[in-house]
Every structure is written in C-alpha cells, then in structure tokens.
C-alpha cells in the first residue's frame, strides 16, 4: 500500500518564526489532506490538497503530485499552532485515507 | 452546518463490557468511516460504509469488533468483549459522493475510550 512519510517528526519553534512541513508519498494520491490536532485530540481540518497551491491566513500548502510530496507552511507562529500536523492521502480508487506520523510541533512565547 | 456528531466523548468501562460508540455524519454525506488512533499504530482506519453499506472493513481488529449504519444518519461501532488493548481515541468522518474519490474528509471530534 501507499507509504506517507512527515517530516521533521519534532519541531520546536519561537512564536513568529516561520516553519516548513512536509510530507512525501510513495503513488499518486486523490486525496490529500493536512490535518492539525489540537491538545484537546480533535482533528481539524487544515486543507483538501490533492494537487496545486491553497492558503488561509498565515497558513498555506502546495502538493507536487507528479513529484509526490506536500509542504505545509506556517508563518508567524502562535503559541496556539502547537500540536500535531497530519498529512493524510488515498489513492488507488480506495477511499480510505493513510495518515502519516504527524510533525509535533510546539511553538514558545 | 452541523459537523459530525459523535458520542459519548468519553467512555470509561471495566474489561468485558460492551461497548457502544455512536456517530453522527454531515446530512447528505454517503461515505461514512471509523478510524482508530493509538500511540502504537497512530491512525487508522477500521471499516467505511457507503450509502449505509460496509465496503472495506478489513481494518477491524477482531470480531470482538462490529459496526452498523442502519440509515443515513447513524452509525454505530460496537465493541465485545471490551480489552484493556482496546483504549484508543476512535474517530468518525464523513464525506460526498461522487463516488467517493477525491473528496475531504470531515471528522468528528471523537470518543475517548478507556478500558480498566
């Protein structure tokens, strides 16, 4: 099956510094999806990306789908971006999404 | 718009008791899927229904797990016996047709479960 890989695993950050997700997988993809996980554990929706360029707010995402990577980019840090990052893909015709690891990212004041 | 429903957000419960997990999906979504995150496999997904009928469930763990979706508004992930190996965060989400392919998956908030 698919294989999704998220890097860095752990990123600690000043609030306002900028950061730079990514998240590389092994076929072509229909869906992908980056996801961030709040301390509270909900998933929240971030982009549906499975090609192109998207932003919303401080956050924006571009997916190279012929070169099979996704990057996720934020800027200006706030202590409120802390959390786990998911990227999550399908493809195949399957629906069911693969999720990565997730990036742990915490952002200081 | 309402997003998916699920409850309860935390059930705690003794070994060998039933457990019913309830989930609500967005109206007019026909794909409905449960995930399962552990801090050994991350997240993963369990069984999807479309148009209220399982499709894949071959990430179930055991017959110890079952799920139901008797209409379009419910769905339902049963676990007995419960084990102690079965406390997870489990998620619901939910998605449009068009076949399915290619559309973003919406989650609930999740059930917490914990098995003493």
């Known amino acids: 099956g698919i294989q999704v890989e998220q890097s860095p695993p752990d990123l600690i950050l000043q609030e306002g510094a900028n950061s730079t997700l990514r998240c590389n997988f092994s076929?072509?993809?229909?869906?992908l999806q980056w996801f961030h996980q709040n301390p509270w554990g909900q998933l929240i929706n971030l982009f549906y990306i499975p090609s192109g360029t998207k932003q919303n707010g401080r956050l924006s995402a571009t997916t190279v789908a012929t070169e099979r990577y996704s990057l996720l980019y934020i800027s200006s840090s706030q202590t409120t971006d802390s959390g786990v990052y998911f990227c999550?893909?399908?493809?195949?015709?399957?629906?069911?999404?693969?999720f990565g690891a997730g990036t742990r990212l915490a952002v200081h004041p | 718009d309402a997003g998916v429903i699920q409850s309860p957000r935390h059930e705690v419960t003794e070994m060998g008791q039933e457990v019913t997990l309830r989930c609500k999906p967005i109206?007019?979504?026909?794909?409905l899927f449960w995930y399962r995150q552990t801090m050994m496999r991350g997240l993963e997904l369990l069984i999807y229904f479309n148009n209220n009928v399982p499709i894949d469930d071959s990430g179930m763990p055991e017959d110890r797990f079952s799920a139901k979706m008797p209409n379009a508004s419910f769905s339902t992930l049963k676990i007995q016996p419960s084990e102690p190996r079965d406390s997870a965060v489990y998620f619901c989400?939910?998605?449009?047709?068009?076949?399915?392919?290619?559309?973003?998956?919406?989650f609930g908030d999740g059930t917490r479960l914990s098995i003493l």
């Open positions: 999550a893909v399908s493809s195949g015709g399957y629906n069911k999404l693969i």
């Open positions: 076929d072509s993809v229909n869906n």
């Open positions: 989400a939910s998605s449009l047709g068009s076949g399915g392919l290619g559309q973003p998956q919406h």
């Open positions: 109206s007019g979504h026909d794909y």
